[in-house]
């Protein structure tokens, strides 16, 4: 591998979601948000620098800007904060200045055709500009990299024309070259050879790739760009970007560390969660099975898997869930065997005999097989129908009524059986759900249940559009005790607000304590396989 200017053992990651990754169709973000999302990349995640913003767009831009550099400077990691320019004299760096900025990445034309062309210029005029620009920023104390612009295009068709212009801004002092990928059309190959001319004609500059994923090949390119040179590559949170989107952050840091001797600032837990922080703000849904951080990456569906993995890890790899603040789950469906029913009774703490699994299996495989969605907080029903005991639930909303309407504040009251005993609340709220779980939360203090934080709620729909279909509620929930995680809970009703009550009610059992030996009957016993009980105990839902 060849040798870099910067750390030998690092690769520099610089971030752009704020900037390309808001170029996503439908996505902007308020200024309040780009400043948490700065915050989390640089000091949770780890990255090492961030593009923030474009010199000359808004007022909202200038004022996002002005807020991340305000906070950047009183933290001393200004020089971590970039902002994208243009070749406009005095134009950017004084947008720059003016709102505390420090770093200007100047947009060059890397290519003849787009000087040309888009610009309608000749190269001669495009360097003056690009010249008096950068001595206006250096005038200002401002830092300057550039980006080559089309690149890949020009690396290849117009190298001499690419030659002068990168000859020009090391003699400037730009103190890194971006090489953009910027209609992702290169391949590994491609990369490997065009980073590595790069390196090799200017060994004392610093290069770095910026690819985009418009062939599916962006992470792999990656990998090459690192291997032919490239001190740094830049990347976004979920791929966000302009078309199929720029280099996954969570993908790059994990090739880096698995397939290079390098490594990244990155911390590899946090991953999961920028990712989610970035989705909610977006409100674009991040793919179920996107590597690394997807919901369903870390989970197995078939038995055969799950079976591989109880006797011995042999389904495992180095991407491993706790690395990444992930946990392994088994699905439940058609495709499940005896580990995969194993494997969640375990985690629920639930003991049965191999004749009464049997029985669990199959109707899970049934529920499967007609696209019924079955959950590990599921399995206690499942097992109390199918071994033809009766279904306890020690909690229950034997009653719940919410008022909404035009010009009023929600409102709910709440009726709560917890071991047989009864309390009622009242609330509202600034929703007809919030109102329910705020009289619900007042109802529990008499059972001391802690509820849990909602996290997540997510309702489906079938396609058809009848007003009587069934609405499948997924809630997730956060205890307050960060060792104990999350967990989900699903229901199932022809009304939103009712299939969001049952989902709750689930919750509520996952996490009700057992009753209280004064007040069980006496002679009565739980019903039990090998001395445990067939409900989830106490606190179950901190292993899920």
Not at 362 to 383: F, S
Not at 445 to 469: E, M, N, Q
Request: proline share 5%; net charge positive; charged share 25%.
């Amino acid at each position: 591998m060849a040798k870099r200017k910067t750390d030998p053992t690092r690769i520099q990651l610089m971030d752009t979601t704020l900037r390309d990754g808001e170029q996503t169709p439908d996505v902007a973000y308020t200024p309040a948000e780009k400043l948490q999302l700065a915050k989390l990349l640089l000091l949770d995640v780890g990255v090492d620098r961030i593009e923030i913003a474009s010199t000359r767009v808004s007022e909202g831009e200038r004022e996002a800007v002005r807020l991340v550099a305000d906070w950047a400077r009183k933290r001393r990691l200004l020089s971590r904060v970039e902002i994208l320019g243009y070749a406009d004299g005095r134009k950017s760096p004084d947008w720059i200045s003016e709102t505390g900025g420090r770093v200007l990445n100047l947009l060059t034309k890397g290519s003849e055709t787009h000087c040309r062309k888009q610009l309608g210029m000749e190269p001669a005029r495009h360097r003056d500009g690009i010249a008096q620009t950068v001595r206006a920023a250096q005038k200002q104390r401002i830092t300057v990299n550039a980006y080559l612009e089309d690149w890949s295009s020009g690396v290849r068709d117009s190298f001499p024309y690419l030659a002068e212009l990168t000859h020009l801004l090391i003699d400037l002092g730009c103190q890194r070259i971006y090489l953009p990928d910027t209609l992702g059309v290169f391949s590994p190959t491609d990369v490997d050879r065009y980073v590595g001319l790069m390196v090799g004609t200017w060994p004392h500059a610093t290069f770095e790739f910026h690819g985009h994923n418009d062939y599916g090949l962006s992470t792999a390119n990656v990998l090459a760009a690192v291997r032919a040179g490239a001190s740094g590559i830049h990347t976004s949170v979920n791929g966000m970007g302009e078309r199929t989107g720029n280099t996954r952050l969570a993908e790059t840091v994990a090739v880096v560390h698995d397939h290079t001797s390098y490594r990244t600032g990155v911390d590899e837990t946090r991953l999961a969660d920028i990712s989610r922080m970035v989705e909610a703000l977006s409100g674009k849904d991040v793919a179920a099975n996107t590597p690394i951080v997807g919901r369903d990456v870390f989970t197995h569906a078939a038995g055969i898997h799950s079976d591989g993995d109880l006797k011995g890890d042999l389904y495992t790899t180095r991407l491993a869930p706790k690395r990444f603040g992930q946990k392994r789950r088994y699905a439940l469906g058609k495709l499940s065997g005896k580990a995969s029913i194993d494997a969640n009774l375990k985690t629920l703490g639930i003991d049965l005999a191999a004749d009464e699994r049997a029985l669990v299996l199959q109707r899970v495989i049934e529920l499967g097989d007609k696209k019924h969605t079955v959950t590990p907080q599921d399995l206690p029903y499942i097992i109390a129908d199918v071994l033809k005991s009766p279904e306890h639930k020690p909690v229950r909303v034997l009653e719940y009524a919410v008022s909404v309407g035009t010009g009023r504040k929600p409102a709910a009251e709440v009726v709560l059986s917890v071991h047989g005993r009864r309390s009622r609340a009242a609330a509202s709220g600034d929703g007809g759900y919030d109102a329910f779980m705020n009289a619900l939360k007042k109802a529990a203090k008499k059972f001391a249940l802690d509820v849990p934080r909602l996290s997540d709620y997510r309702v489906r729909i079938p396609p058809g559009g009848r007003t009587g279909a069934l609405v499948e509620t997924v809630i997730a929930w956060r205890s307050e005790d960060p060792e104990e995680g999350t967990f989900s809970t699903l229901g199932v009703d022809s009304d939103q607000l009712g299939a969001a009550v049952i989902a709750t009610e689930k919750m509520l059992n996952a996490i009700a304590p057992p009753k209280p030996a004064a007040q069980r009957r006496p002679g009565r016993k739980s019903t039990q396989t090998k001395g445990k009980s067939t409900r989830p105990r106490a606190g179950a839902r901190a292993r899920r």
